[in-house]
């Protein structure tokens, strides 16, 4: 199938036509030829396929709560055309076999690319090293690992995961929290209101130590390290350094930590429960900043769908994690586009092109985060700037119903997918 996108502004500064067929953009400019579909794109601003770094899917083990179909849907209604899943899965993604099974029902749900995370070590337990090399080498070619949901706490098997993944290029991306910090029960961020609340919570600092020791040992085996959702103003600092340094590190924060504060507990609505916790005002200051100046690297969702049964409990007793794919695109639009902090460009940068190349997708044989050009890939998300958007629960194609943006407003909104040619989105809703 031909399609042409009539007049959209690439990346929020030229305007042109493009038209894609046969997975490849053919041409890009003033085009005449005539197409099987277009889309008037007036007004419209076009970016290169979103690219999640951080997207839990919950197959295998908790189909109640998502599955790989159902988590496809969501990340292509929410602009993405390659998601890496998260292998805190039941089993763990641990193994080659694993793997190439999360990496095959991606294939077949064929909405979006779904590259799987491997687990750093076996059983997420922190500490024997899981198969990396193995899953490297797989079908699904891994080169993210994470132990997320955990923090890889040993640092002797963290620098011998660090020195394992260099060997292939790989990278660790690290869920930084001291566990000896943060208490069996801690549920939020420790502060006044936690004190006030009666709530159980965690310091900042048990991400920062975290952080910091992971650059110095990623500057030590001269490998490259990921910091997973940054929730505090002093892992900014550490990381702003480290980078002056030279140390092979990035980053990512997510929607919700750019967004949501620590005051919007004191309802106890578990909705709002997340690791890492709601931060206060002056973080949420410092997280948008750093992503402003490229101190983070990119924007990831952390999607964390939850069945009700684990989230609707008293706030210490639910389970972790919100909803992010489908709105991603609008949060960031709202808060970093609306007010002046990024252009599209940064938007294509952050949440496209720097997290493709971060996982190593932006090479071989199915590249995402490539320049809206002749011959490239056809991998593009159209996005009315303009659109309000008033977010509703009920309309998520998410199996779960864990959504934090319940009722905000919000400017901005994804109107069209395309995945190497396809469109898995038109007109803001699934096209397949
Ligand atoms: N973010 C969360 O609060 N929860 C995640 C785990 C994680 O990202 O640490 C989950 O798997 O539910
Ligand atoms: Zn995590
Ligand atoms: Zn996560």
């Given at each position: 199938m031909s399609l042409l996108i009539k007049g959209a502004s690439l990346l929020g500064e030229t305007t042109a036509d493009v038209l894609v067929a046969d997975g490849k953009v053919q041409e890009v400019g003033s085009v005449t030829a005539k197409a099987d579909r277009t889309v008037d794109a007036d007004g419209l601003v076009l970016l290169p396929g979103l690219v999640d770094l951080h997207t839990h899917l919950r197959e295998p083990g908790r189909?109640?709560?998502?599955?790989?179909?159902?988590g496809s849907r969501a990340a292509a209604v929410g602009g993405y055309t390659a998601v890496l899943a998260m292998a805190n899965t039941s089993p763990v993604t641990d193994t080659g076999e694993a793997a190439e099974r999360v990496y095959d029902l991606g294939r077949q749900a064929g909405l979006v690319d779904v590259q799987p995370v491997g687990a750093v070590t076996k059983a997420l337990a922190g500490e024997e090293l899981a198969e990396l090399g193995l899953m490297a080498r797989s079908r699904a070619r891994v080169r993210v690992f994470s132990d997320d949901g955990r923090c890889v706490a040993d640092a002797r098997v963290m620098r011998r995961a660090l020195e394992y993944v260099k060997a292939f290029g790989g990278v660790v991306s690290q869920h930084s929290q001291d566990p000896s910090l943060a208490g069996p029960t801690a549920c939020c961020h420790e502060g006044e209101l936690s004190g006030r609340l009666g709530l159980p919570g965690w310091p900042g600092v048990a991400e920062e130590v975290i952080v910091a020791r992971d650059v110095m040992l990623a500057r030590h085996t001269g490998s490259r390290v990921h910091v997973a959702h940054v929730s505090t103003a002093g892992s900014v600092e550490v990381i702003r350094w480290a980078k002056a340094q030279g140390i092979d590190v990035t980053a990512e924060v997510t929607p919700h930590h750019l967004l949501l504060t620590t005051d919007?507990?004191?309802?106890?609505?578990?909705?709002?429960?997340?690791?890492?916790?709601?931060r206060p005002a002056e973080d949420v200051e410092a997280l948008r900043a750093a992503l402003a100046d490229g101190t983070i690297d990119a924007v990831a969702t952390d999607h964390a769908p939850h069945a009700r049964h684990d989230k609707e409990h008293a706030f210490v007793d639910a389970a972790f994690g919100m909803l992010g794919l489908e709105t991603a695109l609008s949060v960031v639009s709202t808060v970093m586009v609306e007010r002046g902090?990024?252009?599209?460009?940064?938007?294509?940068r952050t949440m496209s092109e720097r997290p493709a190349r971060i996982a190593g997708l932006d090479h071989g044989d199915r590249p995402h985060g490539r320049p809206i050009a002749v011959g490239e890939p056809a991998n593009l998300t159209l996005v009315d700037p303009q659109a309000k958007v008033v977010v509703d629960r009920a309309d998520s194609?998410?199996?779960?119903?864990?959504?934090?943006?319940?009722?905000?407003?919000?400017?901005?909104?994804?109107?069209a997918t395309i995945l190497r040619?396809?469109?898995?989105?038109l007109e803001g809703a699934l096209a397949r």
């Open positions: 189909e109640d709560a998502e599955t790989v179909l159902t919007l507990l004191s309802g106890y609505d578990p909705t709002f429960k997340v690791n890492p916790p709601l902090l990024l252009d599209w460009a940064g938007v294509a194609v998410s199996l779960s119903r864990n959504n934090p943006w319940h009722d905000r407003k919000l400017t901005g909104r994804v109107l040619g396809e469109p898995t989105v």
